[in-house]
């Protein structure tokens, strides 16, 4: 046998290029764009002979569609796949999002042909079933906050507090009340919130919430009674409760009482419904308007603009003007209400009756989890907060005071001082293989942490979560601040220039 020749230059400059490219089996991918050239063709088909193109003027010419292979697209598309970081592959802890596992019961149930084969213009009698599911949904969601008038159509949180303001805003009108143009809207608020009232014509008015995390009755007086003595100009309020610090409203109840007499209606912002789930209902503090996001609270996959799902609860006095069409039950039959059949509805939001998907998968996971499952998981979701809350207070500046609800709210105040932000300890959590939490939210903080551990975290991830949070405070304090500013360097994409993508944002690929 003769020895094989060493590799030449070039040779071995390509295996060098595949070692940087695919280090450790982890492809640095590429556009398809940047892969094709120009004389292959991903399908080979040979013209007919004796056929003429009756395409016309439809004709297409090059649509510039990349020539690549069928083995090559394949390929990009599965490893652009295994850079998705989601639920299923780590601890996701962002705040305000409620990113728990999917239990897979429920994908299982809303796979069943008789649930994913049917279509919305069936005749009602051919899918009573899928309806009566829709209804009992709408019975636990009433059950649970004790708010009796449910529509389950808006498509996401954002949609439900569109639905629930404009039910507001119907309410107010059938009664004349054209003097209510004041939403109240606390600073810490979800940024839907204020954004929902403008939309359905409403001036802003902020309470301010900075000291104490929470809507006190003074500061929430000030802001009532600002331009008229009665709060006669008042049309209502949207707070989050608990509140986007992760903390609850402790002086709701005397705020509602204040507001109720100024005639306007409580919206609250129910996306954190999953502290309160089974330990209260929303209508006993004096709710008029809830939506609830399914895909938080009731474990559909969310993230990444899948959908979602946002029905609205709301109190007897509402329930005349909620969106349309709700399920109705006559006799042993289920319907759903025509259009205009109810007059005083604010009228229909969307096509056919919503994320049916996303229905059946909600009550899955209330009748899989019971009465007493469902408490449970606010329970846990609030003890593993306060677990990590308590096991970080040394090591990061915790804002306000006392235990906190579901969530656990830091800054950088302590990790600033030696110059390191925010932002350094988010691209530090990504170097040890951890999603960030969410950051700079709410606002009402200077570099906020906002840490949403979730019920089925169990205590190693807790732990593996803390430590390398201790970790990174303690090379801070010691003064080993250098290496957070450069910051992920193992991931793919390595530390951005922030503010030259803010100000010279590139929006479209453009080849070299
Ligand atoms: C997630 C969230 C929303 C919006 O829900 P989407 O489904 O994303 O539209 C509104 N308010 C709060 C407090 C939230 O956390």
Same mark, same amino acid.
């Given at each position: 046998?003769?020895?094989?020749?060493?590799?030449?230059?070039?040779?071995?400059?390509?295996?060098?290029?595949?070692?940087?490219?695919?280090?450790?089996?982890?492809?640095?991918?590429?556009?398809?764009?940047?892969?094709?050239?120009?004389?292959?063709?991903?399908?080979?088909?040979?013209?007919?002979?004796?056929?003429? +193109?009756?395409?016309?003027?439809?004709?297409?010419?090059?649509?510039?569609?990349?020539?690549?292979?069928?083995?090559?697209?394949?390929?990009?598309?599965?490893?652009? +796949?295994?850079?998705?970081?989601?639920? $299923?592959?780590?601890?996701?802890?962002?705040?305000?999002?409620?990113?728990?596992?999917?239990?897979?019961?429920?994908?299982?149930?809303?796979?069943?042909?008789?649930?994913?084969?049917?279509?919305?213009?069936?005749?009602?009698?051919?899918?009573?079933?899928?309806?009566?599911?829709?209804?009992?949904?709408?019975?636990?969601?009433?059950?649970?906050?004790?708010?009796?008038?449910?529509?389950?159509?808006?498509?996401?949180?954002?949609?439900?507090?569109?639905?629930?303001?404009?039910?507001?805003?119907?309410?107010?009108?059938?009664?004349?009340?054209?003097?209510?143009?004041?939403?109240?809207?606390?600073?810490?608020?979800?940024?839907?919130?204020?954004?929902?009232?403008?939309?359905?014509?409403?001036?802003?008015?902020?309470?301010?919430?900075?000291?104490?995390?929470?809507?006190?009755?003074?500061?929430?007086?000030?802001?009532?009674?600002?331009? *008229?003595?009665?709060?006669?100009?008042?049309?209502?309020?949207?707070?989050?409760?608990?509140?986007?610090?992760?903390?609850?409203?402790?002086?709701?109840?005397?705020?509602?009482?204040?507001?109720?007499?100024?005639?306007?209606?409580?919206?609250? *912002?129910?996306?954190?419904?999953?502290?309160?789930?089974?330990?209260?209902?929303?209508?006993?503090?004096?709710?008029?308007?809830?939506?609830?996001?399914?895909?938080?609270?009731?474990?559909?996959?969310?993230?990444?603009?899948?959908?979602? +799902?946002?029905?609205?609860?709301?109190?007897?006095?509402?329930?005349?003007?909620?969106?349309?069409?709700?399920?109705?039950?006559?006799?042993?039959?289920?319907?759903?209400?025509?259009?205009?059949?109810?007059?005083?509805?604010?009228?229909?939001?969307?096509?056919?009756?919503?994320?049916?998907?996303?229905?059946?998968?909600?009550?899955?996971?209330?009748?899989?989890?019971?009465?007493?499952?469902?408490?449970?998981?606010?329970?846990?979701?609030?003890?593993?907060?306060?677990?990590? +809350?308590?096991?970080?207070?040394?090591?990061?500046?915790?804002?306000?005071?006392?235990?906190?609800?579901?969530?656990?709210?830091?800054?950088?105040?302590?990790?600033?001082?030696?110059?390191?932000?925010?932002? *350094?300890?988010?691209?530090?959590?990504?170097?040890?293989?951890?999603?960030?939490?969410?950051?700079?939210?709410?606002?009402?903080?200077?570099?906020?942490?906002?840490?949403?551990?979730?019920?089925?975290?169990?205590?190693?991830?807790? *732990?593996?979560?803390?430590?390398?949070?201790?970790?990174?405070?303690?090379?801070?304090?010691?003064? $080993?601040?250098?290496?957070?500013? $450069?910051?992920?360097?193992?991931?793919?994409?390595?530390?951005?220039?922030?503010?030259?993508?803010?100000?010279?944002?590139?929006?479209?690929?453009?080849?070299?």
């Amino acid at each position: 046998m003769t020895n094989p020749a060493p590799l030449n230059d070039n040779e071995l400059e390509s295996v060098m290029e595949i070692n940087d490219r695919t280090r450790g089996l982890n492809y640095d991918e590429n556009l398809l764009w940047e892969k094709e050239h120009n004389d292959t063709a991903g399908v080979d088909l040979v013209p007919i002979a004796g056929t003429k +193109s009756r395409t016309g003027v439809a004709q297409r010419g090059n649509i510039g569609l990349p020539q690549v292979s069928e083995p090559e697209v394949v390929r990009h598309f599965v490893r652009l +796949s295994t850079k998705n970081y989601s639920i $299923d592959s780590g601890f996701f802890p962002l705040g305000s999002c409620t990113m728990k596992h999917n239990p897979r019961l429920n994908e299982k149930v809303a796979r069943l042909p008789g649930l994913s084969m049917i279509h919305p213009l069936q005749p009602e009698s051919t899918v009573q079933g899928a309806i009566k599911i829709m209804y009992e949904l709408q019975n636990w969601l009433a059950e649970l906050t004790n708010l009796p008038g449910i529509c389950l159509t808006p498509a996401a949180g954002a949609h439900g507090e569109l639905a629930g303001v404009m039910t507001i805003r119907r309410a107010h009108d059938a009664k004349g009340h054209t003097q209510k143009t004041i939403m109240l809207v606390p600073d810490s608020a979800h940024g839907t919130n204020p954004a929902t009232a403008k939309m359905c014509g409403y001036d802003i008015r902020v309470i301010p919430t900075k000291e104490t995390g929470r809507v006190t009755v003074e500061a929430f007086k000030e802001a009532l009674y600002a331009t *008229d003595p009665k709060g006669d100009d008042i049309a209502g309020m949207m707070v989050t409760n608990p509140n986007t610090c992760g903390l609850f409203e402790t002086d709701i109840a005397d705020v509602v009482d204040l507001l109720h007499e100024a005639g306007g209606y409580f919206y609250c *912002d129910g996306a954190n419904f999953n502290a309160l789930v089974g330990k209260i209902r929303p209508g006993d503090f004096g709710v008029d308007v809830m939506h609830i996001n399914l895909h938080k609270t009731f474990s559909t996959p969310h993230g990444g603009g899948g959908p979602g +799902s946002g029905p609205i609860c709301v109190a007897e006095t509402l329930r005349p003007y909620i969106p349309t069409p709700i399920v109705v039950k006559e006799g042993d039959k289920y319907r759903f209400e025509r259009d205009g059949e109810r007059e005083t509805s604010c009228g229909r939001l969307k096509g056919y009756q919503g994320q049916f998907g996303m229905h059946v998968r909600a009550l899955s996971y209330m009748l899989s989890h019971g009465a007493d499952g469902l408490k449970q998981v606010s329970e846990d979701a609030v003890l593993n907060a306060n677990y990590i +809350s308590a096991m970080l207070k040394d090591d990061y500046h915790a804002p306000f005071e006392g235990p906190c609800m579901h969530e656990a709210l830091f800054t950088e105040k302590y990790q600033a001082e030696k110059g390191v932000t925010t932002l *350094d300890v988010a691209k530090a959590l990504i170097e040890y293989g951890m999603h960030p939490m969410t950051v700079y939210f709410p606002l009402v903080v200077n570099g906020a942490m906002l840490v949403e551990p979730t019920e089925t975290e169990g205590k190693d991830e807790l *732990d593996r979560f803390i430590n390398v949070m201790k970790k990174i405070a303690y090379d801070v304090r010691s003064g $080993d601040t250098e290496k957070f500013h $450069d910051y992920p360097q193992a991931a793919p994409v390595k530390r951005l220039d922030e503010l030259k993508a803010a100000r010279e944002p590139k929006l479209r690929w453009q080849s070299v």
